[in-house]
């Protein structure tokens, strides 16, 4: 499961044996009532929402825009010495 640090809490589904969450420790922490449990995260449809924004600033809805299309989600941050060197070429590769 790749544990980097402990304490760790990885929740799978006792079914299917899927992973729900590796980091069950930081979603206890701010759920410790357990109302949300047991912490699935959202699907790609509930985290982007309904509608989404073009580069011009107009509104298009979600469905419409990533019909048969590919998604990815970066993350980065700018004082990450090999982000630094990764997003101008994933940006180069994109604009391709």
Not at 6 to 26: E, F, H, M, Q, Y
Not at 43 to 57: E, F, R, S
Not at 70 to 93: D, I, M, N, Q, R
Request: hydrophobic content about 35%; proline content about 8%; charged content about 25%.
């Amino acid at each position: 499961y790749k544990v980097s640090g402990i304490p760790s809490l990885v929740l799978l589904d006792a079914a299917t044996g899927n992973v729900i969450t590796k980091d069950g420790r930081s979603a206890l922490s701010s759920d410790t009532e357990g109302k949300k449990f047991p912490w699935t995260p959202p699907t790609l449809a509930q985290a982007l929402g309904d509608v989404l924004l073009k580069p011009d600033g107009t509104e298009v809805k979600r469905e419409a825009a990533l019909k048969n299309k590919y998604v990815g989600l970066y993350f980065s941050a700018h004082w990450c010495p090999p982000c630094k060197g990764f997003t101008p070429k994933l940006a180069e590769t994109y604009k391709k």
